[in-house]
């Protein structure tokens, strides 16, 4: 900083000293500009020699690289013309010919840079090797080894296909040795017998072929088409900045590319001295110009440094002045025995006093509560102390006017300039409104959290692989510390059919609930779970749960589904009642017959007895054969009773629906002969197999087919037509919403079960109670048949339905149900009824 100097001290004396000081500048001034223009003049002399210089060094580089290339080149197509022209004498010559392989050898040791000779025969076995003295090949180069490296492979097989030699990417044989390798086609009888192989060490190439006078002023380098260095003459690292130049190298080719870096070059010896006279004559006229013109500017500046320090001073005291009253923050000093020695405008504002009324006080202050001098006291020792926490202290204020608000003080030591602690420094902040909303927020919180452990569900909020976030009393009750989003996916009694139908609280987009259902292993109940994603307090992503526990409703569901179980078992029972004369008749006819036949053989063995004659076995078996077909018969019919009317649990499967038709029929039928009604079975052939329960799927099937026959007998007393089962492919009704357009996408794959009759039909007023529980049309029916038929294929993820039978002005009914085909069928894996279908859209 500049030293204050008096007024008088810093002007001129007389107008002569004025008029000195100016003509001094205007020297300076000129000889400074004839120093820039002589430094302009050597600078571009030196830029031109320079240019030069390194044009014609450019110039050398281009010509010395391209002799190296040309030379490279020619070595390889030398060896690759001469191995054309002898590749069937080596080839051959080289595995029974001494005198031929003498020869190789003496080719081979002849060329320096020649790593070995070899022939690969059409399987790419190596059939001999003959090495250089100098190099060692490889495993995947010793003869008998099969050539499966992908560079050997490669070009073997470029040259069989096209038959015309080429040379493979460079690659490494050793940790120091780079190879690169020759394959020209060995071609007897006009067949590819394999290729000659010549292997050149590149390291030994580039000692061979780049002399030592390029050696000593380039870097020679052999890169790959990556750009990466496989060799070079020099191991120095040169800077990229040096003079370089890059060529391609064909043969080999294959983006390999050879490059030369100039070493660097020291300057001419004319050229320094210049360059050094330039510089000491710059620095020199540079040191007189800066001290001339240094003691021409002291005199001029020293006037006006009084003034300019002082307007400085005045100027950055009212600029602190302003600052300080400008802040919010209330500003407070004082020394080290509590006396106030400065207070900002916002200190006197907070508390109502002004600054003559505070500067200068010592403890109490006129800001202390009465009621609180004890606390401040102490919190004031503390300051003094030097142990104030950094957190501020929370304390209350007086205002002049009486009133009290909360602030929050931070303290700190207050240095002088001269590095010494000449007290200590506070600052106040206002927190009442920040405070007020701070409990406002506690109190709803707590009613929050109140209100969640009121609840009977658990609720909790976590992030996935992290810690829980929040549960509430009814979550530690239950689950304790155990985390129960992991139970859903652990609990390995997950109950499907318990599973709430999707719907609009499936979960499709984020933020929209998803239902899960799980069992807790430990306490053994079930729970409803919703799963949603919420936005946390933090601003990040977070999955709330909330599990009801639902184990009296899944108790309640699984008493249900028993009982429609056994009520299923019942309707079975109650039909076999209803069919029981007719399968008494149905017995009765192969049992009768069965002992007819008997009566017959016993009398007759009596008869041939009474004679003296020995029983015929051959005139026997036919009788025999009638009596066993017969049992056969009443053990069939007694296999499908017990089969139909037996008691278990649902077990759905993949089955055939010829296999359910055919027992459906086989019970049916007793009851139609009964009625005198036959039925009449159409089955689509190759249908794909249903997943289902046979037994329930045959119980609705005789049902429908029975009511079918009551009503078609009803109708038509005297000659009843038959009842007509159909079975195909289909879909049921679809009700497109109105304006939707229709969609040419074929539905799932499933099966339609349809029983047809010419009965007297559903009454108008009845179809809409059809199934209905306890409703009937028949005066001596329950009212339970249809609705179990219909609990039956809902179950199976299928639809009943009845439609009026219009066909050809007959009446009657058309009762109609769908089954989804197994996925695991293989005529559907096939797609084999894609067409079938289409038609039955058609």
Not at 215 to 227: E, F, N, P
Not at 462 to 473: A, I, M, Q, T, W
Not at 527 to 550: C, E, H, P
Not at 630 to 642: D, S, T
Request: aromatic fraction near 6%; proline fraction near 6%; glycine fraction near 6%.
């Amino acid at each position: 900083m500049n030293t204050i100097r008096p007024l008088s001290q810093s002007q001129p004396s007389a107008p002569a000293d004025r008029a000195e000081l100016r003509a001094i500048q205007l020297f300076t001034l000129t000889h400074a500009l004839g120093v820039l223009i002589f430094v302009a003049v050597m600078g571009s002399l030196l830029w031109y020699l320079r240019n030069a210089d390194t044009t014609q060094q450019q110039q050398a580089l281009y010509r010395d690289i391209e002799i190296v290339q040309q030379a490279l080149r020619l070595r390889w197509r030398e060896h690759k013309e001469r191995l054309e022209s002898e590749a069937r004498a080596w080839a051959v010559g080289g595995l029974i010919n001494p005198s031929q392989r003498q020869v190789i050898k003496d080719f081979i040791n002849g060329e320096p840079d020649i790593a070995y000779a070899g022939w690969i025969d059409s399987d790419r076995h190596i059939r001999w090797l003959q090495p250089a003295s100098h190099f060692q090949p490889g495993d995947l180069r010793r003869p008998g080894a099969t050539v499966e490296d992908s560079i050997g492979f490669t070009t073997f097989q470029w040259v069989r296909e096209s038959r015309r030699s080429m040379f493979s990417e460079p690659f490494w044989q050793a940790p120091d040795q780079v190879v690169l390798e020759l394959q020209v086609p060995v071609i007897i009888d006009g067949d590819m017998a394999g290729t000659l192989l010549l292997a050149y060490s590149l390291n030994r190439t580039l000692d061979k072929v780049v002399n030592a006078e390029i050696r000593q002023r380039y870097q020679i380098t052999l890169s790959d088409a990556g750009g990466n260095a496989l060799l070079s003459t020099s191991p120095r690292t040169i800077h990229d900045a040096n003079l370089s130049y890059e060529l391609p190298l064909d043969p080999p080719g294959h983006g390999v590319r050879l490059r030369a870096i100039a070493f660097e070059t020291q300057p001419q010896f004319l050229e320094r001295g210049l360059m050094l006279a330039v510089g000491g004559l710059l620095l020199a006229s540079l040191v007189s110009l800066s001290l001339l013109w240094r003691h021409s500017r002291r005199r001029l500046m020293a006037e006006a440094d009084s003034h300019q320090l002082l307007h400085k001073l005045s100027a950055e005291t009212a600029f602190r002045r302003a600052m300080e009253d400008s802040v919010l923050t209330g500003m407070r000093t004082f020394d080290h025995e509590g006396r106030i020695t400065y207070v900002n405008k916002a200190f006197c504002d907070m508390t109502g006093f002004e600054p003559d009324e505070l500067v200068g006080a010592r403890p109490p202050y006129p800001y202390w509560p009465d009621d609180e001098l004890e606390e401040h006291e102490t919190h004031l020792a503390m300051v003094l102390a030097g142990q104030s926490p950094k957190s501020g202290l929370e304390v209350h204020v007086r205002r002049k006017d009486g009133s009290i608000f909360d602030a929050r003080m931070y303290n700190s030591p207050l240095i002088d300039g001269s590095g010494q602690q000449a007290g200590w420094m506070t600052s106040m902040t206002d927190i009442t409104e920040p405070k007020r909303i701070r409990e406002a927020l506690a109190a709803s919180q707590e009613r929050v959290i109140t209100v969640l452990d009121e609840l009977d569900a658990a609720v909790s909020v976590y992030r996935p692989g992290d810690e829980l976030l929040f549960v509430n009393k009814a979550y530690r009750a239950l689950f304790g510390e155990r985390r129960a989003e992991r139970l859903i996916a652990e609990s390995p009694h997950a109950d499907p059919a318990a599973a709430p139908a999707p719907g609009p609280a499936s979960r499709s987009d984020t933020g929209s609930p998803e239902f899960r259902q799980f069992l807790d292993p430990v306490s053994g109940k079930w729970f409803d779970a919703r799963v949603r994603d919420i936005r946390w307090v933090d601003g990040s992503t977070a999955s709330m749960m909330v599990a009801v526990d639902v184990s009296a409703r899944h108790e309640l569901e699984a008493k249900q589904r028993q009982q429609e179980s056994r009520l299923q078992s019942t309707s079975r029972l109650m039909t076999m009642g209803e069919m029981a004369s007719s399968l008494a008749h149905e017995l009765n006819q192969p049992l009768t017959a069965i002992s007819n036949y008997c009566m017959g053989l016993t009398a007759r063995i009596k008869s041939m007895a009474h004679n003296g004659e020995r029983p015929d076995s051959v005139s026997l078996i036919e009788p025999l054969d009638k009596t066993a077909r017969q049992a056969e018969r009443a053990g069939q019919v007694i296999r499908r009773i017990r089969e139909f009317v037996k008691r278990s649990e649902p077990e759905r499967r993949p089955c055939r629906a010829e296999s359910i038709v055919g027992d459906a029929i086989g019970l049916a039928e007793i009851e139609g002969k009964r009625q005198g009604v036959s039925i009449e079975t159409r089955i689509m052939p190759g249908l794909p197999a249903v997943y289902a329960d046979p037994i329930l799927i045959e119980q609705v099937l005789v049902n429908l087919l029975k009511n079918a026959m009551e009503a078609t007998r009803a109708r038509h007393p005297v000659t009843p037509p038959p009842v007509l089962l159909l079975v195909a492919l289909g879909q049921p009704p679809r009700h497109e919403p109105a304006g939707e357009p229709e969609t040419d996408a074929l539905p799932p794959v499933t099966l339609m079960f349809s029983v047809i009759d010419e009965g007297g039909g559903i009454p108008a007023d009845a179809l809409e109670r059809l199934f209905e529980p306890f409703f009937s049309t028949k005066t001596e029916g329950m009212g339970m048949g249809l609705n179990i038929c219909r609990s039956i294929v809902e179950l199976h993820q299928g639809r009943l339905w009845v439609e009026s039978n219009t066909a050809a002005g007959s009446g009657g009914s058309i009762f109609r149900f769908t089954l989804g085909a197994s996925l695991h069928d293989e005529h559907l894996a096939q797609g084999k009824h894609a067409h079938a279908r289409k038609e039955m859209q058609t």
